[in-house]
């Protein structure tokens, strides 16, 4: 009777074993020191040698000549157990043996003593699958378990297994096998066979494994028992369902025209393709996303890297692909490629679906990066014939004085407020123009009675406000306290200053008298903070500044409220 390529070839001692080098090396030295453990735990991906390294393990401590890493393979125990036929080497199938029944009636034969060989040992396959109750009546046989039983426990799902059994067995974490290493078993394995296959059929049977030994076996036989002697690239590929380089490219010299107007068209035309030819369009998306992927890491990590599972040959066109485009580009393409391919797993219109996925494509292409779009905005700014006439500037101090101008959303103001602040405003200037120094104290009121507040405007109307560059500071009379606190009236404050500052509120008597109508009119002229003459200076130089200018041009609803000169600041 035929045997599959999977069984045939299945290493039978720890020499034949393809990657797990730390599985192997450990469990190697364990058993020539005699340091054997009464449980393991084997968690990985499928196909990857957890259950035939539990078997080589078997076999290493039943040898007649063991305990053993190399065992005989002749002496009868390695015979059976190579079989599946030993009295002493038990494989349970936890997928159908889950319950507590089950494991009591494992629990009754672990007090017996092996028939002939050395150590009874239990395999238990999908070890994930046992119930709560089952891993609960194992509990205390697993922790303490007679000299002769050694428990190893295989499972895929390694966070499904409960702590308290994981907590009393040594846990081994497979990994999926490179690439090269899959390549070259498969060679191996194919010239044992008589069978030829190039480099490039090898690598799109390794590919299809995605790093599973087993898997990769599987589409081989099923390569051989379509292809026969000789293998061929096209028609393992058409037999897998795999897209090769040549289709996926499609889509990448669509997007190196995204700027034409043909590149949505060719998209369209690559998934009608599809369609018709009664491809999966789930699986093109998938293969898409792995695509991409591959770009990315050729564009950052070049030629012959082990991060992209591919022969040279591949790589080296994934190379000259990925030349075409930048890394943020690829990285833009792989999280769409990716979100498609979700969709896709449940839509119940995957032709539409591709389709949008693909203009998008075209779309993120056809993206600016931010730092060409701001560089384009400075150069048609400092373009004369673009730029609107600039507006008269005082010859007073020289036009280069250093000025920061700030441009908020305006706050509510008064009648008065607002004429007396309008005055000081060129009649050529958009924007509204408040000079710093303003009654800050006024603007909060403004602003409480607008948003109906009424005890908060009451409580402004009766405290002292001391604003500096990082920090308002309220003196209010304790009657008034509670009004003065909570994040509405923070953010208030916030929002009207135009900048995120403290907000602190002290308690004590004040001597600011209510009645904020008259207080914009009846500031005590002591010391103003900006001389008008000074100020209507610095604001007609602000607003004449080109940066200025443009920023209102792209910025229609911009006001200026304030103007401030650094170099008056700093002195």
């Avoid at 028609?235 to 897998?240: A, G, I, S, Y």
């Avoid at 030629?303 to 599972?309: D, F, K, N, S, V």
């Avoid at 839509?347 to 292409?365: D, F, K, T």
């Avoid at 600011?512 to 003459?533: E, F, H, I, N």
């Amino acid at each position: 009777m035929y045997q599959v390529i999977a069984r045939k070839y299945r290493p039978q001692i720890f020499a034949e074993l393809i990657g797990q080098e730390h599985v192997k090396t450990t469990l190697e030295n364990a058993i020539s020191s005699g340091r054997i453990a009464h449980g393991y735990i084997f968690s990985g991906h499928r196909g990857t040698g957890k259950t035939t390294v539990a078997r080589i393990l078997a076999r290493c401590l039943n040898c007649e000549k063991g305990p053993t890493a190399t065992p005989c393979g002749v002496c009868s125990s390695c015979l059976e157990i190579a079989q599946g036929s030993s009295v002493d080497v038990i494989e349970i199938d936890a997928a159908s043996n889950r319950g507590i029944n089950e494991m009591r009636e494992l629990r009754e034969s672990v007090r017996f003593r092996p028939a002939r060989d050395r150590y009874k040992v239990f395999i238990v396959d999908e070890a994930h699958q046992i119930t709560s109750e089952a891993f609960n009546a194992l509990l205390k046989t697993l922790e303490e378990p007679p000299e002769w039983v050694v428990f190893v426990l295989c499972t895929t799902e390694a966070h499904k297994i409960p702590s308290t059994i994981s907590s009393r067995c040594q846990q081994f974490s497979f990994r999926t096998v490179d690439f090269p290493a899959l390549v070259g078993r498969m060679e191996w394995i194919a010239q044992q066979e008589g069978i030829e296959a190039d480099a490039e059929t090898l690598s799109v049977l390794a590919q299809a494994g995605e790093g599973s030994v087993r898997d990769s076996l599987s589409a081989l036989d099923q390569a051989i028992a379509c292809c026969g002697t000789k293998l061929d690239a096209a028609q393992v590929r058409e037999l897998l369902g795999v897209f090769g380089l040549e289709s996926l490219e499609q889509v990448t010299t669509a997007l190196q025209a995204a700027a034409s107007d043909n590149a949505g068209r060719r998209m369209l035309e690559i998934v009608a393709e599809l369609d018709a030819n009664g491809r999966s369009l789930q699986h093109f998306a998938r293969e898409l996303s792995r695509f991409m992927r591959n770009l990315l890491v050729a564009r950052i990590a070049g030629a012959g890297t082990r991060l992209i599972a591919a022969s040279p040959a591949e790589q080296a066109r994934l190379v000259d692909i990925a030349s075409s485009f930048n890394e943020e580009d690829l990285t833009r393409f792989l999280k769409l490629c990716l979100d498609l391919f979700r969709d896709l797993q449940s839509s119940q219109q995957p032709r539409l679906h591709l389709e949008i996925g693909l203009l998008r494509l075209v779309h993120a292409g056809r993206l600016q990066p931010i730092e060409e779009a701001l560089a384009s905005l400075g150069s048609s700014g400092a373009n004369p014939a673009k730029s609107p006439p600039a507006a008269p500037v005082s010859s007073a101090p020289h036009a280069t004085a250093s000025a920061r101008a700030s441009f908020q959303a305006p706050a509510p103001m008064k009648a008065a407020e607002a004429a007396a602040s309008a005055t000081a405003v060129p009649v050529a200037a958009p924007a509204a123009l408040v000079i710093e120094g303003a009654d800050l104290r006024a603007r909060l009121h403004a602003a409480m009675v607008e948003a109906k507040q009424v005890h908060l405007a009451d409580a402004i109307e009766h405290c002292e406000v001391t604003e500096s560059a990082s920090e308002v500071v309220f003196l209010t009379p304790k009657l008034y306290q509670m009004y003065l606190k909570g994040s509405e009236f923070e953010n208030t404050v916030r929002r009207v200053t135009g900048r995120p500052v403290k907000v602190t509120v002290k308690v004590g008597e004040t001597t600011a008298a209510p009645g904020l109508a008259s207080t914009a009119s009846t500031q005590p002229a002591a010391a103003p903070a900006v001389a008008p003459a000074v100020a209507d200076a610095a604001a007609e130089r602000a607003l004449a500044h080109p940066e200025v200018k443009r920023f209102q041009e792209l910025f229609p609803a911009s006001q200026v409220r304030t103007v401030r000169n650094l170099r008056e600041n700093e002195s």
